[in-house]
C-alpha cells in the first residue's frame, strides 16, 4: 500500500502501472467519496498509467483530527478542522503535490470532478507537474458562482430519522444521480453503496472537506491557467450547475468545453462511455 506523509497525515493512493510511455493520468475524487467513483474510467483507460489517491480523510487516507474536534459545536468545528488539519483547497493540493512527488511522477494528466475539480483547479495554480487539466463538473467558485441549491445541501448532509447507514448514503446520493439510472441499474446502485460504506470521508472529514469547497475561490486566477483544459458538465446537474462549466470555459484560454445532455452529477458514471470517450480523445490530443 504505497503511503506518503505530509504534515505528520499518512495519505494513501493507488497506482496501475501499465507500462505507458506517456505522462500518468491522475483522478482526482469530489466531496467524501473514495476511489470507487473512478472505477468506470479505471477500467476503461487500462492502457494509460493511473494513479488515484485518497483524498486526507477518505479511504486508507488519514483524517488528521485531533481527539476534540468532534466534541465541539460544528460551526466551530469545522473551522478548527479547515484551518488545524489541512482542509482547505491550498491543503489538498499540497497533499497531491506530495503524493505526485512520492510516486515519482514528473508530468501527469490531471483528472478531477466536483471538489476534486477545484483541488486540481488549485493544484495547477500552485504547483507545475500538470501536463493538461480536465475539470468535470466543477466550478471556480467566488461570487459569480452558482453555488449548490439550499436544497439539496440539506439533503447531502441530513439524516432520515431511522434511516440505517445504506438508506442514509441511498437519501444523501439522489440529488447527484439520475432517478432512472438508480431504477434501472438496482445492482450497480447496491455496489455503489457498499463503496461508499468501506471508501468514503467519515462525517466530520466530510463536512471539512465541504467546508473547503464553500471556501475555494480562484475565479480571479482561473485565467492563468494555460493548460490544454478539457471542461465537462452534465446539463441536469443538480449539485453544481452547468453554469459554472459555462465561466470556467470563459476564463480558461486553451479549453475544450462539451456539455453531456440530460447527464448528472455523476455523469462519469451514467454516461461512462460517452465521457470516457471525450477524455480519451482529449489525453491523446495533449
Given at each position: 500500500m504505497p ?7 499518512r495519505?494513501?493512493?493507488?497506482s496501475?502501472d ?6 500518468p493520468?491522475v ?9 470507487w467513483?473512478w ?9 494509460f498509467?493511473?494513479?488515484f ?7 486508507n487516507?488519514?483524517?488528521?483530527l485531533p481527539p476534540?474536534i468532534?466534541?465541539l459545536?460544528?460551526p466551530l468545528?469545522l473551522?478548527l ?5 489541512g482542509?482547505?483547497t491550498?491543503?489538498l ?7 505526485l512527488?512520492d510516486?515519482?511522477?514528473?508530468e ?12 486540481a483547479?488549485?493544484y ?22 452558482l453555488?449548490i ?5 440539506e439533503?447531502?448532509?441530513?439524516v432520515?430519522?431511522?434511516?440505517d ?6 437519501h444523501?446520493?439522489a440529488?447527484?444521480?439520475g ?19 468501506e ?8 463536512e471539512?472537506?465541504?467546508a473547503?469547497?464553500?471556501?475555494f ?5 482561473v485565467?492563468?491557467i494555460?493548460?490544454?483544459?478539457l471542461?465537462?458538465h452534465g446539463?441536469?446537474d ?6 459554472n ?8 484560454p486553451?479549453?475544450?468545453?462539451e ?11 451514467e454516461?461512462?462511455k460517452q465521457?470516457?470517450s471525450i477524455?480519451?480523445e482529449f489525453?491523446e490530443?495533449?
Amino acid at each position: 500500500m504505497p503511503t506518503v506523509q505530509r504534515d505528520g497525515v499518512r495519505l494513501y493512493y493507488e497506482s496501475d502501472d501499465a507500462g505507458s510511455t506517456g505522462p500518468p493520468v491522475v483522478f482526482v475524487q469530489g466531496l467524501g467519496v473514495g476511489r470507487w467513483s473512478w472505477q468506470w474510467q479505471r477500467e476503461a483507460f487500462e492502457e494509460f498509467d493511473l494513479l488515484f489517491p485518497d483524498n486526507r480523510g477518505t479511504g486508507n487516507s488519514e483524517a488528521a483530527l485531533p481527539p476534540i474536534i468532534p466534541r465541539l459545536p460544528r460551526p466551530l468545528r469545522l473551522l478548527l478542522f479547515t484551518k488545524l488539519a489541512g482542509y482547505s483547497t491550498e491543503g489538498l493540493a499540497a497533499d497531491l503535490e506530495a503524493i505526485l512527488a512520492d510516486a515519482g511522477v514528473d508530468e501527469a494528466h490531471v483528472v478531477g470532478a466536483s471538489l476534486g475539480g477545484m483541488i486540481a483547479q488549485q493544484y495547477v495554480l500552485d504547483y507545475d507537474r500538470a501536463v493538461s487539466l480536465s475539470l468535470l463538473c466543477t466550478t471556480h467558485g467566488g461570487e459569480e458562482a452558482l453555488p449548490i441549491p439550499d436544497e439539496t445541501v440539506e439533503q447531502m448532509f441530513s439524516v432520515p430519522d431511522g434511516a440505517d447507514e445504506r438508506e442514509t448514503i441511498r437519501h444523501r446520493m439522489a440529488p447527484a444521480i439520475g432517478e432512472e439510472f438508480v431504477e434501472n441499474n438496482p445492482e450497480t446502485v447496491e455496489q455503489i453503496i457498499d463503496w461508499r460504506l468501506e471508501q468514503d470521508a467519515g462525517e466530520v472529514a466530510r463536512e471539512s472537506q465541504g467546508a473547503a469547497g464553500v471556501n475555494f475561490d480562484v475565479s480571479e486566477r482561473v485565467h492563468e491557467i494555460d493548460l490544454p483544459t478539457l471542461i465537462l458538465h452534465g446539463t441536469d446537474d443538480r449539485v453544481l450547475p452547468v453554469e459554472n462549466s459555462e465561466l470556467l470555459a470563459e476564463k480558461i484560454p486553451n479549453n475544450r468545453f462539451e456539455t453531456i445532455d440530460g447527464g448528472s452529477h455523476l455523469f462519469m458514471i451514467e454516461d461512462s462511455k460517452q465521457v470516457n470517450s471525450i477524455l480519451r480523445e482529449f489525453l491523446e490530443s495533449v
